[in-house]
Structure formats: structure tokens, C-alpha cells
């Protein structure tokens, strides 16, 4: 039977047990018992082994070799075997892609074909990407980077604005792994107070850890007195929620391509379009775009270590001659440069407190300066705390303090969802864990068990050989008592890669603009071989966990 979808009622969820709706677990267990009795693996209605599937950030190169494992996996007979579905970052990507075919496990070659045609396909007409701009700026009651790194980046990517919601696809699962999506909460992540761990599901959002959660569709609105309702957010915010500012700068920096024209050009030139100002005594257009071109090369001076003193000097004569020839701001961002010491950290605060008052000026002339403080300030993700002013003992005081939080790309802490999986009333018995990171091939899963340990979280012990970060295996299972166990694959490794691992890894950077039709077909291809190759393996270690669970299952009635 489908589950209802539950009222809008905004009522918040105290507690570490699983939502009721996630009743669909019993029902995609009997398509995970079907699949494992073809295999011939012993298993019982009322042990059936719970299996995830987590896939991790890395850009286009996570959403494509995401999808290439899971066209395996279907080839192998295996995908009926996962339970969970959980992804980060550009991982997000291909499930937001995947989701929108009802029952898209059951058809997935049909469903592939779709999403290599889209990607394959012409970009977003900018006609669409600025109206879905200006909807996320007037509908809003927090705006925030997040916004403009959606419509402007991530749906070049994946060549589509997804405006479903989670929620409405809350009766298309019944065949399908259930999908978690995995965010950071900023302010818990940086005081080390709450819990960072954020899982968005179609059935509700909130913290892993300290379990405390909100419909979905709620998520995002005011509990204040009487519930302020927002708009749930859409498929396309809540891709553009995994990806991290930092790495578009370093992007600019290290490859000065595209991403600075779109930043540069087009992105400046727009706003202007989508946020005109209404005030006839406006400052000229041109101007004020040369303004913002400049806080933008300023900026990036700094973050480069570079001298940014000629766009300081053009700012001023430019601020200068748009003042009539005051100088009142003029000065005031002298006496900052004078008094600013000498060091890294304190030109970076310098620059953002230069670039918050230049903002400050304009808008009082120009409505689209509000992107620029988010730029200034630095907000992503910001929407209303839903546990502001509640009260509970097990969540901690800070959490329940802020009007707003600020929810960002999981990778700035840890690029894979394990937390979701490690609740312990999910009662996880595998993990499969996919990495397309870039650099380390082993820090997802050693960051994890070190985590764990600390927190008292059942978690095999994880040993790499320092000769395999460089040269990985294809394929690790680590195992522990009283804890799931957990196999890892790198995308990139001596099996599928052979001695050819760092031209892979450079030539499908995260930075990399969007791939080629011929490196999408390439990446599909290498990052299913994982499966082909390592299909026994798999196959043996899921025969091992169902066994064993089947046996304790039998003590247990004895």
C-alpha cells in the first residue's frame, strides 16, 4: 500500500526512531528478498539484510560515474539489492536526474539514455535561467548565494531547471531505493556545538545525530507562533546546495576559463536585467557594472595573494566621480586600508569589509547589490532554524537559539553521506561506498571511522596501506563487530585505470567545464568496469551479511 503524504500541519519531530511514512522500507525489502533468493542467498521476510548505496561529491565526475555504477549494478542483477540511495554533492546530481522517472530502478537503461541526451543536449535558454533567478529573489524570504549557484552554474551542468519538489514525488518509490540527501549545517560545523549532519528525504529533513526533524515540504518555513509557510524548496535549489563557493574561486584561479566569463560577463550583465532599479536618479548602468567587475577582480587578487591596489584605485575614482565628486566612502575605505596589517587573513577580512560597503552604497540605487553582500557575507543555504525557540533537552541550546541556518555542501566537512546510514534505527547491515573524490581516494571512509570512534558510532576499523592513496585497489571491505560492513571503491584505480590514475583524475577534474559527450560515454564505461570486475566479490560479500542475519534471525526463535 503507498503512503499517504502527511498534512502540512509544521509540527517538529523530536526524536531518534524513523518517520512512520518510511513504512516503505518493508516494501522495498520484499523487492531485496525477491533479488536475493535468485542468488540463491539465504534470507527470510523478517531478516532481510538493509544494504546502502552511498555515492559521494566530485562534481559532473561523481553525477556520471554515479550513473555508470548504477547501470552496472542493474547489468550485474544487484541493483535490487540497496535499500538506500544516498548522496552528497555531484552525486546529488544524477539522483535529482534518476528521481524524476517514477520507478526509474525497474527501466534504467531507458532512463540513462534520457539523462546522456540532456546531457548531450543544448544548455538552458537564458530567458528561463533569468526568470527562475528572479523568481528565488522576490519568493524568498532568505536569498543566498545558493540561489544564483543553481540557476547560474549548476543548471549549465546538468542542461536543466528542475522546479519539483521532494515531496510531490513522496508516492513514486515503491520500486525504487529510498533517496537521502545529505547537507552541512555551517554553524554547527564551525562551533562544533549541534550537529552537522542534515539528511533531506521525501518524507522529512532534519539532523541525523540528535534526531530532530520537519516535514519536508515544511522545511525552510518560519515556526514562529503560527507556522509562516514557504515555498519547499525545488529540485534544482537543492542541487545547487552541493557544491561549495570556495571551489568556483579556486576554479577561476587555477583555470581561468569559462567559469570567470559566466562570472564575469554574463552574471554581472544579467543582474542588471533581472534586478533593474526603479530609481530615475540610478547611477549609470555601465558604471556600476565596472564596479562590480572590479570587486570581483579584487577579490580574487587576494584570494591569488596578489596586489589588488589598481582595482582599489579604479573603484575610488569611479565611486568618486558617481558621488559628484564626495568623497566621504572614499575615505572611510582609506582609513580601512590603513589600518589594515600586514598577512593573508587580514586581507581577505579587509577586501570582504571593502566589498560590504561599496554594496552598502549602491543599493541604495540599485535592487541586485543584495547578491553582492550574499558575495560579501558569504550566505549559502540560509533558510529559517525550524527549531528556533523550541524546546528540548536532547537538542543542543545553540540549535534552538538562531532565528536562521545556514545549510551547506556536505563536502566542506565530510564528501560522503555516511551519517544518514549510521543512524542506528536504519539498522544498516552493508555499505557500499562509492568515491569520486578528487585527491585522497581513502579520506571519505578514514574520516568516517575517526569520526565514529569519537562519537560512539559502530563503524569497522579502516587501515589503508600508504602505498595504495597513490595506486588503489578496486575494491575494500572492512569489517567489524556489531558494526555494518563496508566496502569502498575508488573511482579510479590499478584495476580499471591501470598505471593511467592521475591522467584519469586530470582529466576529469571537478573544475573540468561540462564533459564532452565522448568523456561521458568514456567515464559511464570506466566507472561501471568497478562492477563488472568486482561483481563476485559483491555478490559474495552481500551472500555473507544476509546469511549471518538470517542465522540470527533463526537463534533468536529457537
Known amino acids: 500500500m503507498s503512503a499517504s503524504k502527511p498534512q502540512e500541519s509544521g509540527e517538529v519531530r523530536f526524536g531518534h526512531s524513523l518517520n512512520k511514512e518510511e513504512e516503505f522500507v518493508a516494501r522495498r525489502s520484499n523487492t531485496v528478498l525477491q533479488c536475493l533468493q535468485k542468488f540463491k542467498i539465504r534470507c527470510s521476510q523478517d531478516a532481510v539484510p538493509n544494504i546502502a548505496l552511498l555515492g559521494s561529491g566530485g562534481g559532473q565526475r561523481a553525477m556520471v560515474g554515479l550513473l555508470g555504477s548504477l547501470v552496472q549494478l542493474d547489468k550485474a542483477g544487484l541493483l535490487d539489492c540497496i535499500l538506500y540511495l544516498s548522496g552528497v554533492s555531484g552525486s546529488t546530481w544524477c539522483m535529482a536526474s534518476l528521481y524524476q ?211 582599489d584605485q579604479s573603484i575610488r575614482t569611479t565611486l568618486t566621480d558617481l558621488s559628484g565628486g564626495q568623497r566621504q566612502l572614499i575615505h572611510q575605505l582609506e582609513k580601512l586600508n590603513d589600518d589594515k596589517a600586514a598577512g593573508k587573513k587580514a586581507a581577505k577580512q579587509y577586501v570582504m569589509q571593502y566589498t560590504v560597503d561599496v554594496c552598502n552604497y549602491l543599493e541604495l540605487k540599485l535592487n541586485f547589490w543584495s547578491i553582492c553582500r550574499c558575495i560579501a557575507q558569504w550566505i549559502w543555504g540560509r533558510h529559517y532554524n525550524f527549531l528556533h525557540n523550541m524546546t528540548d533537552d536532547a537538542v543542543p541550546r545553540a540549535l534552538l537559539e538562531s532565528e536562521t541556518r545556514d545549510y551547506i555542501d556536505a563536502r566542506v566537512l565530510l564528501n560522503s553521506p555516511y551519517f544518514s546510514v549510521l543512524r542506528k534505527e536504519r539498522d544498516i547491515d552493508l555499505i557500499i561506498s562509492l568515491d569520486f573524490s578528487d585527491g585522497d581516494p581513502f579520506m571519505t571512509v578514514t574520516q568516517t571511522a575517526e569520526t565514529c570512534k569519537k562519537l560512539k558510532i559502530p563503524f569497522p576499523e579502516v587501515n589503508i596501506p600508504s602505498e595504495d592513496v597513490k595506486k588503489p585497489k578496486g575494491f575494500y571491505v572492512f569489517k567489524g563487530k556489531n558494526a555494518p560492513t563496508v566496502i569502498h571503491i575508488p573511482l579510479f584505480n590499478v584495476v580499471n585505470s591501470g598505471d593511467k590514475i592521475d591522467a584519469w583524475r586530470k582529466k576529469y577534474g571537478t573544475s573540468q567545464v561540462p564533459y564532452s559527450a565522448e568523456m561521458i560515454a568514456e567515464l559511464m564505461q570506466v566507472s561501471g568496469k568497478n562492477f563488472a570486475i568486482n561483481r563476485a566479490k559483491l555478490l559474495e560479500q552481500i551472500r555473507v551479511v544476509a546469511e549471518a542475519k538470517y542465522f540470527q534471525a533463526q537463534a533468536r526463535q529457537i
Request: proline share 5%.
Open 101 to 311: 522517472e517514477p520507478d526509474w530502478s525497474t527501466k534504467l537503461e531507458t532512463v540513462k539514455d534520457q539523462i546522456i541526451k540532456r546531457l548531450n543536449g543544448p544548455e538552458v535558454r537564458w530567458t528561463d535561467t533569468l526568470a527562475k533567478l528572479k523568481k528565488y529573489y522576490y519568493e524568498k524570504d532568505h536569498f543566498s548565494l545558493t540561489d544564483v549557484w543553481a540557476v547560474m552554474l549548476v543548471a549549465s551542468y546538468v542542461k536543466k531547471i528542475d522546479d519539483c519538489k521532494l515531496s510531490d514525488q513522496w508516492d513514486q518509490f515503491s520500486k525504487d531505493p529510498l533517496p537521502i540527501y545529505t547537507v552541512i549545517d555551517k554553524q554547527s560545523k564551525q562551533r562544533e556545538e549541534g550537529d552537522p549532519w542534515f539528511e533531506i528525504s521525501p518524507h522529512e529533513a532534519g539532523y541525523s545525530l540528535i534526531g530532530a526533524f520537519v516535514g519536508t515540504s515544511s522545511f525552510g518555513s518560519q515556526f514562529k507562533n503560527k507556522m509562516k509557510k514557504q515555498d519547499e524548496i525545488d529540485m534544482l535549489y537543492l542541487q545547487g546546495n552541493k557544491i561549495c563557493w570556495r571551489t568556483a574561486l579556486e576554479c577561476i584561479i587555477i583555470c581561468n576559463t569559462n567559469l570567470q566569463c559566466i562570472l564575469e560577463e554574463t552574471l554581472c550583465s544579467c543582474l542588471f536585467n533581472v534586478f533593474p532599479s526603479k530609481d530615475p536618479h540610478s547611477p549609470p548602468i555601465d558604471e556600476c557594472y565596472q564596479v562590480l567587475l572590479k570587486l570581483v577582480n579584487m577579490n580574487l587578487d587576494v584570494l591569488k595573494g596578489t596586489d589588488p591596489s589598481a582595482c
